[in-house]
């Protein structure tokens, strides 16, 4: 049973525009979410998180926001840039227990 | 020098080799993890080691075998492995902390890629 779902494994978006990518989770005990983004042949570098007292974290072009009544998550990069396009991953944890849970991945592609 | 460095990138063996994979951290963290990526899959958990110590096993077979001799290395011996083991092994490492605390993001090695003949 996958606990963390990103239900899309694709998206392009023009450049310029606004991308958002979508992750669900399914275990209520989860309240710290990771965004990761990954190039191939390299390993998936951090992003952005947001702590589940929170309903929103802004960093530069990167917004998070969570909706724990939808026990949802999304992305926000605005405007995007061709330099994006790479897959990106949620995950999720609870506090202290160390297991992060990711998502299978959005491949998002920023067209010029 | 990157935080977290991953030995080989690239391994192929057979069923039979015995084969090592290194991981080392020079961020000063705590935690050390192992996780697998197959194609297609979610990035799958195998082990945790914080402040040395494993604290988590998700029900990994037996030939894979996690060393950690020090909160810097982490190793993954390997041992008559089965063709669906190839996959990219990640390695990361994170604060760490007691239970109840925030263990902060991981930061992700490149990556070996491991094919199993």
């Known amino acids: 049973d996958q606990q963390v779902k990103q239900n899309s494994p694709s998206l392009s978006v023009q450049e310029g525009r606004i991308s958002i990518l979508n992750c669900d989770y399914t275990?209520?005990?989860?309240?710290?979410f990771l965004w990761y983004k990954k190039y191939p042949a390299e390993g998936p570098t951090f992003l952005i998180s947001i702590s589940s007292i929170k309903d929103k974290n802004e960093d530069g072009r990167f917004t998070v926001f969570l909706n724990k009544s939808a026990k949802h998550l999304s992305l926000h990069i605005v405007p995007s840039q061709p330099g994006d396009s790479a897959v990106y991953f949620c995950?999720?944890?609870?506090?202290?227990?160390?297991?992060?849970?990711f998502g299978t991945g959005t491949r998002l592609k920023v067209l010029a | 020098e990157t935080g977290v460095t991953q030995t080989p990138r690239h391994l192929v063996m057979g069923m039979t080799n015995k084969k090592s994979l290194k991981c080392e951290q020079h961020l000063g963290h705590n935690a050390m993890y192992w996780y697998k990526q197959s194609a297609k899959k979610p990035l799958e958990l195998m082990f945790v080691y914080n402040f040395k110590e494993q604290t988590e096993n998700n029900s990994v077979p037996s030939r894979f075998s996690p060393e950690c001799p020090n909160s810097s290395h982490l190793f993954l011996h390997l041992h008559t492995l089965q063709p669906e083991d190839s996959a990219l092994y990640l390695c990361?490492?994170?604060?760490?902390?007691?239970?109840?605390?925030?263990?902060?993001?991981?930061?992700f090695g490149e990556g070996s890629r491991l094919t199993v003949l």
């Open positions: 995950a999720a944890s609870a506090r202290g227990t160390y297991k992060y849970i």
């Open positions: 275990n209520s005990m989860f309240d710290y």
């Open positions: 990361a490492s994170s604060q760490g902390a007691g239970l109840g605390m925030d263990t902060g993001e991981l930061f």
